[in-house]
């Protein structure tokens, strides 16, 4: 077989991300693209694991094994952790403010529950809305979506939050604020919600 282009021959490559394979299409000759599903998967990898690590290894061990600290959202007064919920929501504020600068990279995400103690955190979107209700209805699986806002057309993908530790399940159910007080280990309490511009 003669090769009459480069540009003409598409090239399906395999990368991998700290274990993780994902799918990478690149014209011969150009700079290799990923997949938004791809991208978003790889991202929730990587944010779920450090909130799973930070939870069990940190917020669960000294809280609730240990009992040498408390966890509280008014941590700083408190002289306490910081909550795993809020761990993640003030690294995707800084995320947002350093990609601010990158042009290049041009996504954001955020925690969410249909169930909510901080209300700032309720779904706002219809897809937000659909995702969180399938993800809780539909164990070990994820919801994706293309939805139009603002007039810019995105890629939205949302994963199950669950309990992963005890500390996550006393916290939900004891807080003044919880719309929701029976909470078991292992349940879907929200979801990570990755929103990447198409």
């Given at each position: 077989?003669?090769?009459?282009?480069?540009?003409?021959?598409?090239?399906?490559?395999?990368?991998?991300?700290g274990g993780l394979?994902?799918?990478?299409?690149?014209?011969?000759?150009?700079?290799?693209?990923?997949?938004?599903?791809?991208?978003?998967?790889?991202?929730?990898?990587?944010?779920?694991?450090?909130?799973?690590?930070?939870?069990?290894?940190?917020?669960?061990?000294?809280?609730?094994?240990?009992?040498?600290?408390?966890?509280?959202?008014?941590?700083?007064?408190?002289?306490?952790?910081?909550?795993?919920?809020?761990?993640f929501?003030?690294?995707?504020?800084?995320?947002?403010?350093?990609?601010?600068?990158?042009?290049?990279?041009?996504?954001?995400?955020?925690l969410?529950?249909?169930?909510?103690?901080?209300?700032?955190?309720?779904?706002?979107?219809?897809?937000?809305?659909?995702?969180?209700?399938?993800?809780?209805?539909?164990?070990?699986?994820?919801?994706?979506?293309?939805?139009?806002?603002?007039?810019?057309?995105?890629?939205?993908?949302?994963?199950?939050?669950?309990?992963?530790?005890?500390?996550?399940?006393?916290?939900?159910?004891?807080?003044?604020?919880?719309?929701?007080?029976?909470?078991?280990?292992?349940?879907?309490?929200?979801?990570?919600?990755?929103?990447?511009?198409?």
């Amino acid at each position: 077989m003669k090769l009459l282009s480069k540009s003409l021959v598409t090239l399906g490559v395999m990368a991998t991300l700290g274990g993780l394979s994902v799918a990478v299409a690149a014209d011969v000759g150009s700079t290799p693209s990923i997949t938004p599903k791809a991208m978003a998967d790889a991202l929730h990898l990587v944010m779920d694991s450090d909130r799973a690590v930070y939870t069990k290894k940190i917020v669960n061990r000294l809280v609730k094994k240990e009992k040498v600290i408390k966890a509280s959202e008014h941590f700083e007064d408190d002289k306490a952790l910081v909550l795993p919920a809020q761990m993640f929501r003030f690294g995707s504020e800084l995320a947002a403010k350093r990609a601010a600068d990158m042009p290049d990279v041009n996504f954001n995400y955020s925690l969410q529950s249909m169930w909510p103690v901080n209300k700032q955190n309720a779904p706002k979107t219809e897809a937000e809305k659909a995702g969180l209700k399938f993800v809780a209805e539909n164990k070990g699986e994820n919801y994706y979506a293309e939805e139009t806002l603002g007039g810019k057309k995105y890629f939205t993908a949302i994963y199950a939050d669950t309990a992963v530790a005890p500390v996550c399940v006393s916290c939900h159910n004891d807080h003044k604020d919880s719309p929701k007080r029976d909470f078991k280990l292992g349940d879907v309490m929200g979801g990570v919600v990755i929103r990447i511009p198409l």
